[in-house]
Structures are given as C-alpha cells and as structure tokens.
C-alpha cells in the first residue's frame, strides 16, 4: 500500500493516550442478525461508552496533547457527536471548549453538549456553515483549531478500532464503514490495509449526502449544494482533498444507498441485536440489504459508530418497517 497521511506506530501511541472506558469496545458475531442478511455478521460496538460514539478517540488525542499546552483552548464545528466527545475529554483535562453547530442539529446532542460544560454557539445553516464559523473563531481569538478528518488524531484516534479489530479477529472478508468526512474510514481503512491486507474495505455513505463517494469514485473532489438524508452524522458537502487522497489508498469500494435501507437496517438492529443505534450506524447493514449477492457466504465486519439519537424520530424511523427481518 502507498503511504497515507497515517502511520501506524503513532497510531499505537495514540492507543496510549486514550482513556480506557473508550478501547477494547464489544466485538462479537452477531447470528440473529444473519437470516436476514444472508452471511456471516461481526459487530464492533462503538456506542458502549460515556459519549455514545467512536469519536472520543480521536478527541481524546487532541485533549491529551493541548493540556501540556499554553493555549488551552480550542473550537470544532460538529454536527453532534464531534463536539460531545471533545467536551468530554476537554472537560477533564481542564480545557476550554466551543463547539459550533447548526441550530437544526440532534436536539439531544446539543444538549448533551451543554451539559458536558462546553461552549456551545448555533448557526442558521448546515454543518458547512459551522464549519466555516469554528475557523472564523480560532482565526479571531487564536485557538486550536479541530478539524474532525483533516486533523490527523482524529484519524489515527479512529484508527486504534482497527488494531482492536485485526488483534481479536485476524479473519474476516470485509469491513463496513460508515463514510462520512472521512476519519473513521481512513483510520481503520490504513490499519486493515496493512495489518490485514486480504480484507476489504468497503465506505459507505447516503445516497442523499453522497459528496466523498462521488468524489473516491471520480478520484478528485466533487461537492454537493445541499444534502438529504437522516443520517446526520455524515452529511459533508465539502471533502477535504487529503482526507481523499487517503481514502483512494484504503478503500477498496464506496457505496451509496437510500433511506429505506438505513432505516430497515436500524430496525434489523433493533429487532435482532437489542441495539438503538443512529442513522449512521446502520449504514454497514443498509449496505448488505440493498446487495445481498455481494456478500452472501462472506464474513462482513460492521462497525456500530454512535447511538445519539432523537427518541421522537426514532420511533417515527423504525415504525415505517415493521417486523423488518423477520
């Protein structure tokens, strides 16, 4: 594999700087699941911790690195999850966090971002828009900036799921990961592509906010005006060209696929593992449904991202598929 912005040895160290409640999440064959899916299903369960979501891993390098640091401050822009987690690991390192997000962000995220004692400013527009405000903040009062994907420890903070993976279970023929701005993929895509190089690496992504697959497919950036889908958390519109130059070395696919599946596989979840996940934590399974050929007989790793979700439109989401795999 040519090199990516990663490296592996870091990778390891930033394994180091994490605290433990976040590591060695839940990994498990998951055989209700499989009727309906037609193969072999491994759950790598990212939600089981203080934040709900993979991303403390990567929040937790940045935090451990500011907090020997004169400047202790720093600001992200975050459509729920990102800023939680930086808030968590602000909190306890005694740094001062803002988060920008856009005001029509996960209610329960926004709060829970408040009461993690962060800073929290809210835009009239999408996570674009926030995006572009957090940079206006850390111009203007000269603080870190945190990046999610383009930052390298939210990468190689992702990353460290992939050791966990290909530690306990050196076999399986595919990973499913949720595609979004692109460190959750990168991070474990660089560590199965050199740990477990046989494995593939498959993205996937909403066809309603389809900027980095339509980019990892044309190999350049392609943007999107607008996006359409529930699945929040990974509704970019703007890739990060070397957040792509990563990702056009460690996937090996990226898919797209629509509403109903996300949702059938959020249901399937349910019904069948006892999991209330988000939107894009069902995109691994959505990927399976909509292409059952593909992966039929084979040993699919997915990896359950984050569980933040509105009860209210949960409900309203898995009432449309009822008794879905069974």
Request: negative net charge.
């Amino acid at each position: 594999m040519q090199q990516t912005r990663l490296d592996t040895a870091r990778i390891r160290a930033a394994r180091r700087m994490i605290d433990p409640v976040f590591l060695d999440t839940p990994l498990y064959r998951c055989e209700a699941l499989e009727p309906g899916l037609g193969c072999t299903v491994s759950i790598k369960l990212e939600t089981a911790n203080p934040v709900r979501s993979f991303k403390a891993r990567g929040t937790e390098v940045v935090a451990s690195l500011l907090a020997g640091k004169d400047s202790r401050a720093v600001v992200c822009a975050s459509a729920g999850n990102l800023g939680q987690a930086l808030a968590w690991s602000g909190r306890g390192r005694g740094l001062d966090v803002t988060v920008v997000a856009s005001r029509f962000a996960t209610a329960a995220k926004l709060d829970r971002i408040r009461a993690l004692g962060a800073t929290l400013e809210l835009v009239n527009g999408d996570h674009e828009l926030a995006r572009e405000r957090a940079a206006a903040i850390a111009r203007h009062e000269g603080i870190r900036l945190l990046e999610d994907s383009l930052d390298l420890e939210t990468c190689e903070g992702a990353a460290t799921i992939g050791l966990e993976l290909v530690e306990a279970m050196p076999s399986f023929d595919a990973v499913l990961i949720a595609l979004g701005g692109g460190a959750l993929a990168t991070g474990v895509g660089h560590v199965v592509k050199t740990l477990a190089p046989a494995a593939e690496v498959i993205c996937v992504q909403p066809l309603g906010a389809p900027a980095m697959t339509r980019s990892w497919r044309s190999r350049r950036v392609v943007t999107t005006d607008s996006t359409g889908t529930i699945a929040d958390g990974v509704a970019g519109r703007y890739p990060v060209p070397a957040v792509l130059d990563d990702l056009l070395l460690v996937a090996d696919d990226a898919v797209l696929v629509q509403e109903a599946s996300i949702i059938a596989g959020m249901r399937m979840l349910f019904d069948h593992a006892g999991l209330v996940v988000e939107p894009s934590a069902a995109l691994g399974i959505a990927a399976v449904l909509e292409d059952r050929d593909r992966f039929a007989g084979r040993h699919v790793v997915t990896i359950v991202c984050g569980s933040n979700v509105d009860v209210d439109a949960y409900h309203r989401w898995i009432r449309t598929v009822p008794g879905c795999g069974s």
